[in-house]
């Protein structure tokens, strides 16, 4: 398997534009999280599905954020408008509900301008 | 609620000498616990889990931990590490919510070794 695929890596965005970031998780499993990285906050779980449905979206931090999980094998992260201060490290994960362990993909870096 | 605290948030080391990064816990059940590492530009990848059994558990690169339910403590340690083990690293607790196992991770621990 390849791994949690998240893309763009890369964004550069100008305030007040719409971002989506997209996540393809492992095959076969059922648990999605979104995660954010900066250096005030550490990692933040934003939101988390199972089996394509959100659970907890208590850490999303204001409704310009929204996720999706329209089918197993993809979600989405939006934020619309973009602020500065939305920057940072988006990390999208997955785990299995045999296992215990989170798998990572390798991020997407927003950089709102 | 359950909280992950690593006590330092920088550990500088020699190469070749031991290392301990420190990882203290607060839960009300039992928990799974968990130590990831994160290379410069990458995600996190599993370094090695306690999920229930023997207090010593073993993972890759030479690392291993020891879970101390009495003193609510996860340390890791390598007995001698490498250039190459600079990366941050993040200790991580799970519980079971909505049918999924939850991480909640500390604020990470920055392993810089010198030459």
């Known amino acids: 398997d390849a791994g949690v695929i998240q893309s763009p890596r890369h964004e550069v965005t100008e305030m007040g534009q719409e971002v989506t970031l997209r996540c393809k998780p492992i095959?076969?499993?059922?648990?999605l999280f979104w995660y954010r990285q900066t250096m005030m906050r550490g990692l933040e779980l934003l939101i988390y599905?199972?089996?394509?449905?959100?659970?907890?979206d208590s850490g999303m931090p204001e409704d310009r954020f929204s996720a999706k999980m329209p089918n197993a094998s993809f979600s989405t992260l939006k934020i619309q408008p973009s602020e500065p201060r939305d920057s940072a490290v988006y990390f999208c994960?997955?785990?299995?509900?045999?296992?215990?362990?989170?798998?990572f993909g390798q991020g997407t870096r927003l950089t709102v301008v | 609620a359950q909280s992950v605290t690593q006590l330092d948030s920088q550990v500088p080391v020699f190469e070749e000498a031991p290392v301990e990064l420190r990882c203290n816990y607060s839960s009300s059940v039992s928990v799974y616990l968990f130590w990831y590492v994160q290379y410069p530009n990458q995600g996190l990848q599993l370094l090695l889990k306690?999920?229930?059994?023997?207090?010593l558990v073993k993972g890759i690169n030479g690392f291993e931990a020891e879970f101390n339910k009495s003193q609510t403590s996860f340390h890791l340690r390598k007995p001698s590490v490498h250039i190459s083990d600079t990366a941050e690293y993040f200790c991580?607790?799970?519980?079971?919510?909505?049918?999924?196992?939850?991480?909640?991770f500390g604020r990470g621990t920055s392993l810089i070794v010198h030459p």
């Open positions: 599905f199972n089996n394509n449905v959100p659970i907890d």
């Open positions: 095959s076969g499993h059922n648990s």
């Open positions: 994960a997955s785990s299995s509900d045999t296992g215990f362990e989170a798998f």
């Open positions: 991580a607790v799970s519980l079971a919510s909505g049918g999924s196992y939850i991480p909640t």
């Open positions: 306690y999920l229930s059994g023997s207090t």
